[in-house]
């Protein structure tokens, strides 16, 4: 059955004249037929997300009342977990294993927090000046926010964007990628049905490129929270820089792991093969380098080739399937010429690599996953985002070597360290350009903490009390304070 979907604007599904197929990259069929927003749909999201904003109920109502909005969302999307996996699985291609245990429960539990923190992280300050002043600091929603996301964790990341902006009291327009917009839709309908007020929450199904100058360019949007890449992040500060709007910018990354010769091997070698083939390497955090001390240079490398090999490519709904397909042509083509230019380059294939060629796999966009050895800094491969299942194994021989290697590319998200001497991790975490560095663990994102990039990584957080702070706008209230009723200012020009 193909499932039909429609936009959400204004609190009503609304459906187009423009229709877009929604590809299972499992099996290149079709599972579900989209509307396509346009222009016209776009203004009337911003007119509905600003009149809601504006006068509508929702910043004003009791944070009480916002908690209990929240909380009936995240149990909305408990309520349907196992139809909205298999839908995240079906349109992205990932195991049913990951959209099962990670994405969608994480998704909830992302609505959950933030119901329950959201007085805590919200609550102001008092700071009295001496005898002359008081000042009140009070945190306020910015406005209508425009959230726009890529499409490797589709419903998670468009919950933990919508949960902190409607936590700090915003109005919303979401964009998920209109390669993957169905899990975002039902999350529409989640929100209706947790009976939000009209306009406060927004979706549009559509093309970037067509939706996203409108959007970001318009002076009645007050933020955009942006997840995706460096090239598209430039284009859309270039269209915010058309007036004066806050950005947070999560983009690309190029990760590295760092793996000591004191580990325990075996948990060193499958942690890394999680930290770069989950989710098919479609990850920003993936630890697409691996950097490993020469003593234990050749061992890592023949386990992990070895443990590469017998990855289980797959359809993700099958749950004997370790890797599914990658989640388009277009994404399949851009990391094979990757993987020509590494080898021209004269970094080494060790395995994988290639398109498969079992021909139960031939409908789909699955690809081999690819490990290279003895890949320089100088190389392509090792400098540029791949977003796919490729591994580059470097050699260090000493710390600084290891550090110099792990900051040596233009991204800053995260990294991996791996070592029993936790003196010798902290001092490594000091020195890494990472926002986040993982020591003896990866990939674990809790909505405690904040995660976010640095250098061409982006700006800005998501999660924690400083995520949610990013959606909030901070106001100074400063009352004098002087006795007598006459404050310092009036004596300036003796009046
Ligand atoms: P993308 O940049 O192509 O698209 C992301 C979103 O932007 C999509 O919704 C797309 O429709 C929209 N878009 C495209 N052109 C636009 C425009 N001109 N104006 C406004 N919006 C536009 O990224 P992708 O291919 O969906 O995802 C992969 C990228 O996302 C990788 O670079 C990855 O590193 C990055 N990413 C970063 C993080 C992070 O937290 N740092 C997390 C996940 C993915």
Redesign the pocket.
């Known amino acids: 059955m193909i499932l039909e979907y429609q936009a959400f604007i204004n609190g009503s599904f609304r459906d187009s004249n423009k229709k877009q197929d929604i590809i299972n990259p499992a099996s290149g069929e079709v599972i579900a037929r989209v509307a396509v927003a346009n222009q016209m749909d776009a203004e009337e999201a911003i007119n509905a997300a600003r009149e809601a904003f504006d006068q509508g109920p929702w910043r004003r109502i009791s944070l009480a009342e916002r908690k209990n909005c929240l909380l009936k969302i995240s149990q909305g999307i408990l309520d349907k977990a196992a139809e909205l996996a298999k839908l995240e699985t079906l349109n992205t291609g990932k195991s049913i294993k990951e959209s099962t245990f990670m994405d969608i429960p994480s998704s909830a539990k992302t609505f959950e927090h933030f119901a329950n923190n959201l007085e805590k992280y919200l609550s102001g300050q008092e700071i009295t000046i001496g005898s002359e002043a008081e000042s009140k600091l009070v945190y306020e929603p910015r406005g209508v926010v425009v959230l ?6 589709p419903l998670l ?1 468009a919950s933990w964007k919508m949960s902190q902006a409607l936590a700090a009291g915003n109005t919303v327009i979401l ?5 993957t917009p169905l899990t975002a839709l039902e999350l529409a309908k989640i929100v209706k049905e947790a009976g939000l007020p009209e306009g406060v929450v927004n979706v549009l199904n559509g ?3 067509e ?3 409108l ?2 360019s318009d002076q009645r949007v007050d933020m955009i929270s ?8 430039r ?2 500060i270039g ?1 915010a820089s058309k007036n004066v709007k806050k950005l947070l910018m ?4 190029k990760s590295a792991s760092i793996v000591f010769k004191e580990v325990d091997l075996e948990v060193a070698v499958n942690s890394a093969l999680t930290s770069i083939f989950l989710n098919q390497g ?4 993936a630890m697409s380098r691996i950097l490993i001390e020469d003593d234990i240079y050749d061992k890592f490398v023949a386990d992990f080739v070895a443990k590469a090999k017998k990855i289980k490519l797959g359809d993700g709904l099958n749950y004997e399937s370790q890797m599914g397909p990658l989640i388009s042509e277009g ?1 399949r083509k851009k990391v094979l010429s990757l993987v020509e230019k590494a080898k021209k380059e004269g970094a080494k294939l060790l395995c994988g690599g290639k398109i498969p060629a079992d021909p139960a796999l031939n409908k789909g966009f699955f690809f081999e996953p690819a490990v290279f050895s003895d890949v320089k800094p100088q190389m392509s491969i090792f400098q540029e ?1 791949i ?1 796919g299942p490729v591994a580059c194994v470097s050699k260090f021989s000493d710390v600084e070597e290891a550090v110099s290697l792990a900051n040596a590319t233009e991204f800053g ?1 995260a990294c991996s360290i791996w070592t029993k001497n936790s003196s010798l991790a902290q001092d490594i975490a000091a020195k890494v350009n990472a926002g986040t560095v993982w020591v003896n663990t990866y990939g674990m994102f809790y909505n405690e903490v904040p ?3 640095f250098k061409q ?2 700006f800005g957080k ?1 999660l924690g009390r400083e995520g949610l702070l990013e959606y909030a706008r901070l106001k100074n209230i400063i009352s004098d304070r002087s006795q007598e009723g006459k404050p310092l200012v009036s004596h300036w020009y003796g009046f």
């Open positions: 726009i996301v890529p499409w490797n964790y990341i964009k998920p990628s209109s390669l093309s970037g490129q939706l996203g100058e959007l970001c942006f997840t995706g890449s460096n090239e598209v992040g284009q859309i269209y999560e983009l690309g990354g479609q990850m920003c955090t994404q985002e977003f998200l995660y976010g990039g990584s982006g998501e």
